[in-house]
């Protein structure tokens, strides 16, 4: 039987990176605020207050730091789970489920944060485009392999597909 690898964790590497990259957009605005917080406090004379030297400015500290802490813990969060199943998947940790595709469940279009779910053996998947995971969430309403029918091999760790190839030798059921 010749298989097509259509998701290897292996080889996709972190993509979950532009959730916390996100993140840096409010880190820059809050340090740019914050230089020009103590550019202003500098020139301005003791005693008088200008728009960014008002009687708040813990908010400004608060902004920056709150950013600073969101994009860190988010990394550490998305970076965590890619590190976790890429080593379970290459130590061999992942469960295998092998079959045909049972139960298939699009997204509807007017519902897209809606998950696409199926069945393969006894093991259910679910997932959707719009959440940050570190293993395969393709749906087909953006192009995604996955119908009714369709011959698998999955490797995976509970919901998490590590590894993802379609069966090439075996006819989908009509």
């Not at 020009?36 to 400015?57: A, C, E, Q, V």
């Not at 997932?127 to 029918?149: C, D, L, Q, R, W």
Request: hydrophobic share 35%; net charge positive.
């Amino acid at each position: 039987m010749t298989s097509t690898v259509v998701f290897d964790i292996t080889q996709a590497g972190y993509k979950s990176y532009t959730f916390p990259a996100f993140g840096l957009i409010f880190v820059a605005i809050g340090a740019v605020i914050l230089f020009f917080h103590f550019i202003n406090k500098r020139k301005t004379p003791p005693g008088s207050k200008t728009k960014l030297s008002g009687k708040r400015p813990w908010f400004f500290y608060f902004y920056f730091g709150f950013s600073c802490i969101w994009t860190i813990t988010s990394f550490h969060s998305t970076y965590s789970d890619y590190r976790d199943l890429r080593t379970a998947y290459e130590h061999g940790q992942c469960k295998l489920a092998e079959g045909r595709v049972e139960n298939f469940k699009i997204a509807p279009r007017e519902k897209r944060k809606s998950d696409e779910s199926f069945d393969v053996g006894n093991a259910h998947f679910y997932y959707a485009n719009h959440n940050v995971s570190a293993g395969f969430n393709t749906s087909s309403i953006v192009g995604g392999p996955m119908k009714e029918g369709l011959y698998v091999r999955i490797h995976h760790c509970g919901n998490d597909i590590a590894r993802l190839e379609i069966v090439d030798d075996v006819k989908p059921k009509n």
